[in-house]
């Protein structure tokens, strides 16, 4: 018999509570479809009084007032937080969102780190940049003026962050807020909302004044359009689908709040002639198989010359074949766990039916695996011969899905590619360096790896195009929930 599943409570103000209708909802194990939790369902009225917890803290409580160097023991303190309770946040992965071993560097260990990199960020970040000094004809005469940029806390932050990478997506928010002083309420992904509550606990524990940092869940859209309708928000970040933040940012603008936007890609792999096929086939395939596929930045259209198209997919599907073990993430040796849910299960296998009618060749996968009657599994597809204007190499499909696309040269593979409505991310595969970093800067895309590698900590992250608005990551971060403000004064 299944365990029984663990009821949560929301964090307000420092307190933890239930939805004032006491209403909950239940969230599978997507890999077992049993019950791992039970969270509340908030209504519109717990979201306003978050806000308000939020709102009080920022106008009268200290952090906002607080010195970088509190700011940064705060942060580590958070870090040493989640390290002490390393192994709940991996069983929570593991169980609410299926998160393979395979993955838990970047979806743990990483975002530890990340929180201890924007601690030291906050100490490195110029709050007061002083301007060169200016003489100017007043109307009294000439003077010399002073000044100098300020930068204030961005205000009370409504953070919509998504379940996929649920805390590397959540401290990447939650790093730069503290960094310059703000405060917060988090309405996580109704999908996935245990690792904000996790998090919560972490920041009951550390010195974080109460009201601060806030989290309310539920299922309803209603809770992400209080956040972004209330005049006491003053910034949103949301991570999540194109068509969820377009509305996001139309309500936002109402009461003109910053916004910024992570969202979706349909990122590009450009592999040059000079890639042994044989020994590089994993490097292809594997970063659009990562957790099911179920990424933003992924690579999941490849391109290929022409010539090495067909060696280049006898290589990929060997190797998924061979490699990519399907089933419980609980099982260290997982390479594919499940998709979140059965609908997007259903929706990736549309997408699946409309490559085979457009005429896309399926090469391997395509179908549930038999073995596994329990759980929202897909096998690892690839699709061969594919035209860039087919849907499955136009539309993001956020399952373990790849299309192979032939190039007939350089120039073209660099046209497939920016041929998107996204710019999220990209990627090269070679040796030669100097011609790759040349491609990379010729792609429209928010970022470009070169052979996989990737700084998660220090550099910039978002998208161009229709893949959102704004920066992550790094000292961008901090502007992005900064608001700078000009302070001239007679020297
Ligand atoms: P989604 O758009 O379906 O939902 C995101 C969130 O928006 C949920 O919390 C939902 O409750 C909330 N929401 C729904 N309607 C709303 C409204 N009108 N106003 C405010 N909030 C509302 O996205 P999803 O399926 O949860 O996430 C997957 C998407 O996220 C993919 O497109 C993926 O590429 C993207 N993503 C982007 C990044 C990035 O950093 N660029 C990272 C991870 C995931």
Redesign the pocket.
Known sequence: MAAPAHSYRMYIDGKWTDASSGATYALPNPATEESVGIVPDATREDMQRAIGAARKAFDEGPWPKSTPQERARVLNQIADGIERRKEKFREVLIAAHGVEYLTHQVQLEVPITLLRTYAELALRFEFEQLLPIQSVQGPMGPMVVSSMAYHQPVGVCGM??????PLF?SV?KLGPALATGCSMVF?????GPLIDLLLAEVVEESDLPAGVYNVVCGES?E???E??ESPYVDKIS????????K??ME?ASRTLKRVHL????KSAAIILDDYDLRAGAPGAASPAYFHAGQ???MHTRVLVSRERHDELVENMSGFVKSFVKIGDPADPKTILGPVIRGERRESIERYIESGREQGADLVCGGGRPAELSKGYFLEPTIFANVKNDMKIAQE?I?GPVVSVIPFEDEDDAVRIANDSSYG?SGGILSNDTTRALAIAKRLRTGGVTINNANNLLYSP???FKE??IGR?GGMWGLHEYSEVQAISWKA
């Open positions: 919509i962050p998504t379940w996929n990478f997506v990447q309405k996580p992904s109704p999908l859209a809770l992400g359009i956040l972004t949301f991570t999540g689908s194109v068509s969820t933040g509305r996001v309500a992570e969202l979706g890609g990424g933003c930045a993001e956020f999220l992250f978002g998208g893949s959102g992550e």
